[in-house]
């Protein structure tokens, strides 16, 4: 049996279990969440809030949950809880943060409310911040580059999907001295329609969005601030929409300094990697998928990373590809928490993909 | 937590285990029926062969087996095993069953090399057959309307993709009495392109393949044979490919002799499946998905199942969608041995589906 | 050169031109009528009205028309023209069809608004009528099988995009006798997503939407009421949304009294169509493009018919396909004012699409 | 009306006709060129080879010239022609290009054997060469930024679809100083799959095909050679295959060495594209299409080019996007034939496109 397995059945026999209640379940990732959680053997589903549709049966709007005996229920009034996710668009959770915590020890924040440092940042990429106190008790959950200090964390901030996958790409080249810092740095990534939420709108329609390959957000993306705050230098950052739902796949085109081999870059990413369970290594090879691609990853937690050397023009050319609702969210927040609290890393995040699959 | 997940506990408590080898598994079937194996509680893979990639990893063929050991072998002196899953194509399995049953207690194929009847089934819709003594012996895999007959079954023969849904859709007509037999029946059936296996070839190609509403097989597609057999009336079928990878979904149109009411439909539905695991009724409702969709099982065992009624044409419109590499073939195969050995039927094919998914 | 551009030529040298304005030409049926007569030989667009983008450039609306020196103006004090086209919402035409014909001396109504001929058939498949006193006058715009009625019609009511497909795949039948009426005949459509318009709206997102078979309409389309009115037999019709933008696919299943042979059928729909210059026989043959397909046929105004014999089941399996915004719409609208004015019939039509192409 | 169809009546009135025959006419670059010659007013088809298909029906091969009365022939044996457009895979019309000026006086290759200027550059990036004394003769098409040598031209080598876009786009950069050379330049482009030509192949089978963002040849595309001896500097280039039929995408990050505003990078693609027929500016504005898509100019032979400044980086992000099979391959194509023997230069190319359309 696959390793995946195993590991899920000693957290089943695990045993403990803890309660959790889900603000925000209407949208992609409220949904998502609590498809993980449904599945997860140490995770009780308390309630899953929603003004609009409260009363109303979860599996209604999720299709996934339609085996679930859940519904949703107001947003007052919450029972106290072990953890609370909120999956909420961005700044709710800042102005609501105190009553997180008034019902719950453990709060995860899947917004990009918590995920910067400093107000300053927020300043400077949001319209500021309403509970700046909180901001250095926030870990960014970004398990791989900071596992540590998710443990016993008890204000998670789920990190973003494009940024997720542009780090995951690039901090083995920091972190092992491929790259110093201050090189130039292009991110060019792509992204499927469940990026843009549940809401819609004319250029999310399905004539106007099919088949696209639409350049959006072409400068000054917001998650340039978080990429840039854990890689400590610079990124030129542009997005493209293009014609899948899920996932998100991060071209990193980086110009070291100096002569850089193929075995750097190996040992730069094993060394980060190689005992990870979550990220895979595809870089050439042989078949069909030599390289990440979001449908090798669709409906998993898994990031796929790989590179390859550009010698004329003295490249390094970083390929890393996400399912931008998992690994770029719900799946993200999942993982952290089971390291906050002690569980399995991949309890509940088993899945590992299809093949073959469509437009993820 | 969702009843699945609680059944998947149980099941791992069972503990027992069989071993089990694949023959074919570089196919999309055999890759499906190994990714499900791979995370089955109560089955350990020995052996998967493959002459042409033999000794290959069998995760550079199947991208979410990476994570598994496992290496294609030569098919030649197969070791013995509990159970052998014959993954290949038509006509291979009804040459090879005395060899596979040399090595395996239980046999159990996923093409349709028994699933009819009789010799003179296989002379008017195949070349005939070569192991005609097997035939009777063969119990046809569609738990929900054999289920006895599989329990100990020794050679199961999986059901086909289209045969399934739309056998699922009609059967409860007939089983309660809404349809007598010898009605007019049109099943209109809309299939993804994984139903033409890994092969490819110029149809099938991306520019060609995509985007299409083609008729296939207008007439006489094989699987009617499958189809009125089990529901022992004639039925006018007609299949298109359309784009998305996997999926079937099938419209039946129905006019039974005298009125119906919804009552009676959903009482049929309702006898047959109210307890089944794998089988979900969608009739309206409200919200995005109020009927069938492939969308909404993709990934999944599960069965979508749902009708309509047009009083001005006294017609019954059913609908009904599958994964065709799930329910239409190894997770059907899976279910149906979970049955033969007495294993939680839901064991290795706990997954719900993904919300939002793009073509599946 | 191809046919068409023949015929192109000797209708550029025609030379005779109208004025013709646009009423609501926001949504996509007015764009790709736009788009059409912006390119036709003997049309000058006076105006195109849109309230709520008055003074917007047309282009900014309908990227094809960016090239097109042409703004929306206020819907009030429409100048005299020759045509008025109108491409508004059902309900719009019959309220305003007094003022149409102030201002127009030919009116081309593309809603539903005078397609059927008595006011008790609005009064059972819509909300009535309120000016049943235009239903008389109005031509049914289906030139294939309308054609004389058509020249010199001063109101004419252009066919919908799913009963234009179907009337082209059964007329013949009919006309020829191997129908006679009253015979079972079971349509089920396939259609893209641009037949829900501009709106939007959840179910028709891109994330819920691509990938679908989704039924629609289930029973009691509106079409049925045309087909009926044309056919002058029921039909059975039931509606599927699949993955494509453009095209609208019918197949017929019908079940004739008495024996039927191939000859019978190619002499039926020869007879009717070896003329028309908009319609494409495909029954088998080889190659990738067999039968009928919305992708052949992509902005274009064909339609494509074709067959096939059901000899077990004693059916004809009819084929036909239309791009829903051309031969089901706007282009269909054009070819009917070609005959009303007397124009070349393909002039402003001679797209012959295209390939390879996708998700067209 | 359209001033593109103003221009296409001026060039009917000219009349002058020449004729022209296409090699290796069974090729989706052949097909599209058959498409547009065959609706050329300036153009007689004479004859389209091919060994495979000698005989059959060219429209059996391509359904839009189903209306054409065109068959294949076979390749030997050529009539004297004006002009012969060769449609072959790299490295035919190299060994050929003798005969193929025996039978005609212009010569136009699709395939890059007569791109680069030195045999030198063949060595490098191809296979050598094996007729390099045409290579001084030859004229690269691209008419935006080599008309004047176009005119008269006696072979003429059609510019690659990548090359193109990526020319298009940063060309007047470095023509008005914004660039000087020596810049930094990446270039991320993003290409359907008609690209892999009508072969086929596992890696372009529809299941293995659809919904990828797949990095393919993501160092050391040989269309490099071509952008780099036109635009005489480096750059840094990497493709991938995304979900569409017809496109290609180019975002080009460049960092010029000085401040540079808004209003210098208009003036560059003002001054050399403003009275250009077929290239539009998207750059920001109003709507759905705010930059360039291929989706806007699939089925034309417009380029959309667009910028925008990303001062936090002192970087120009660059967007062009054109239809690969039109602007980047036979409608090129067809365009310079336009201007070497002096027609109307949109003619035979006045497709405005469509809207809306799905995956192109």
């Known amino acids: 049996m696959a390793a995946g397995t195993e590991t899920d059945l000693s957290a089943d026999d695990a045993g403990e279990t803890v309660t959790a209640s889900v603000i925000g379940g209407t949208g992609f990732t409220g949904g998502e969440l609590l498809r993980l959680l449904a599945g997860h053997p140490n995770v009780e589903i308390s309630e899953v809030t929603s003004r609009s549709k409260a009363g109303k049966s979860v599996g209604s709007v999720h299709p996934p949950l339609r085996g679930a005996d859940l519904r949703f229920t107001e947003p007052d009034d919450l029972e106290s809880i072990d953890?609370?996710?909120a999956a909420t668009p961005h700044g709710v959770s800042m102005g609501q943060i105190d009553e997180f915590f008034d019902v719950a020890d453990t709060v995860v924040d899947l917004s990009a409310d918590f995920r910067l440092e400093s107000e300053a940042q927020y300043d400077e990429w949001y319209d500021g911040h309403d509970a700046p106190a909180y901001l250095e008790q926030a870990e960014y959950a970004l398990p791989e580059i900071n596992r540590e200090n998710l443990e016993d964390?008890?204000?998670?901030?789920?990190?973003?999907?494009n940024a997720t996958a542009t780090i995951l790409g690039l901090y083995p080249l920091f972190e092992h001295g491929v790259l110093e810092g201050g090189e130039q740095v292009v991110v060019d990534v792509k992204v499927g329609s469940s990026e843009g939420g549940a809401g819609g709108g004319e250029?999310?329609?399905?004539?106007?969005?099919?088949?696209?390959v639409r350049p959006y957000a072409p400068t000054g993306h917001r998650h340039e601030a978080e990429i840039e705050q854990f890689l400590g230098t610079s990124v030129a950052f542009t997005c493209h929409a293009v014609d899948m739902v899920r996932g998100a796949s991060a071209t990193s085109h980086v110009f070291p300094s100096g002569p850089v081999s193929k075995g750097d870059c190996w040992k730069a990413y094993r060394g980060c990697y190689e005992d990870e369970p979550f990220v895979r290594m595809a870089a050439g090879g042989s078949g069909v998928y030599r390289y990440p691609e979001p449908k090798a990853v669709a409906g998993t937690n898994y990031a796929e990373v790989g590179f390859e050397l550009d010698r004329s023009n003295e490249r390094v050319v970083v390929f890393s590809a996400i399912d931008n609702m998992m690994k770029g969210s719900a799946g993200q927040a999942v993982h952290a928490t089971n390291v906050a609290l002690g569980f399995e890393e991949t309890a509940g995040l088993e899945c590992t993909g299809f093949h073959p699959v469509g437009a993820p």
């Open 83 to 85: 953890v609370l996710f």
């Open 153 to 161: 964390a008890e204000l998670i901030a789920s990190g973003g999907c």
């Open 203 to 212: 250029a999310s329609s399905h004539p106007e969005r099919s088949g696209v």
